[in-house]
């Protein structure tokens, strides 16, 4: 219990460092850019390089990956034909497939509940 607490005011410091940067005048909205540049180009890919080194799986294990992607064109088509309007048409070929909540729940509930792999 006292582990998943520290997990959890990890996550919380994180977001109060990051407010009391951005109030303190360090951070303003043209930095945002350099910032989501940094993390996603920089940082994510090297997280996970590091945390799938050594990791070995079987090879029959992508055909999960490659469903995935096709069912997921499905539902992105399938949203494009139910659309009537462009901004229609967009929000269903989005939130069809249910990514909305998918990319941002996952990762912080892996975060709890999955044994680090090193």
């Known amino acids: 219990m006292i582990e998943t607490i520290a997990k959890a ?3 919380v410091s994180f977001i109060a460092c990051g407010y009391i940067l951005k109030q ?5 909205r043209e930095s945002f850019n350099t910032i989501s540049t940094i993390v996603f180009d920089i940082t994510l890919p090297a997280a996970i390089i590091i945390h799938l080194n050594g990791v070995h799986f079987e090879g029959r294990l992508l ?3 490659v469903l995935a992607i096709v069912c997921n ?5 399938l949203g494009y034909i ?9 929000f269903y070929m989005l939130n069809l497939n ?7 729940a996952l990762p912080f509930v892996s975060y709890f509940l ?3 792999l090193y």
Request: charged share 15%; proline share 3%.
């Open 9 to 11: 005011g990890t996550l």
């Open 98 to 104: 249910g990514f909305n909540i998918g990319n941002f």
């Open 24 to 28: 303190l005048g360090l951070f303003s």
């Open 114 to 116: 999955i044994v680090p």
């Open 63 to 65: 055909y999960i990956s």
């Open 73 to 77: 064109l499905i539902f992105i088509g």
């Open 82 to 90: 139910l659309g009537r309007d462009k901004i229609e048409k967009s």
